[in-house]
């Protein structure tokens, strides 16, 4: 048996649609990463970008169990001393619900610049409304 190694420009990306009402964070950002990274393609290829690209809807409707939303934080840094800020997942799913599910996502990628390529590729929208229509995503049930 022979194995096979995907070069760049050599196989298609598709397009999903999914849906976040009611699904777990940690849950579905894990498929979503799985099929960014082009891990349920029999032609995966650990150094290939050979993922999919993923439309998330309905950001603002996704659920954090047990008390997460009010004790799980983010933390970032100014730069500055004394600059670290933090917030809720409470507060960033009022704010901006986009940037939950990408954080979720962005952590179970390779820490690399194959990673960085592959978040890219993953569109998040808060409300049900996309502009992605041209490319006819498929619509996928996780």
Request: hydrophobic share 35%; net charge positive; glycine share 8%.
């Amino acid at each position: 048996m022979k194995t096979v190694s995907m070069k760049s420009g050599s196989f298609e990306q598709d397009w999903f649609l999914v849906d976040a009402n009611e699904k777990i964070l940690g849950r579905f950002a894990s498929e979503i990463a799985s099929i960014l990274r082009g891990k349920k393609k029999p032609i995966f290829t650990p150094h290939v970008d050979t993922g999919d690209f993923v439309v998330v809807v309905n950001a603002e409707k996704i659920k954090l169990t047990g008390k997460k939303l009010k004790d799980k934080k983010y933390y970032r840094h100014t730069g500055y001393p004394g600059g670290i800020k933090e917030i809720s997942a409470e507060k960033l799913l009022e704010k901006k619900p986009e940037d939950l599910i990408i954080k979720a996502v962005r952590g179970m990628l390779p820490k690399n610049s194959l990673g960085r390529q592959m978040i890219t590729k993953l569109k998040v929208y808060a409300g049900p409304a996309h502009p992605h229509n041209a490319q006819n995503p498929k619509t996928l049930n996780l």
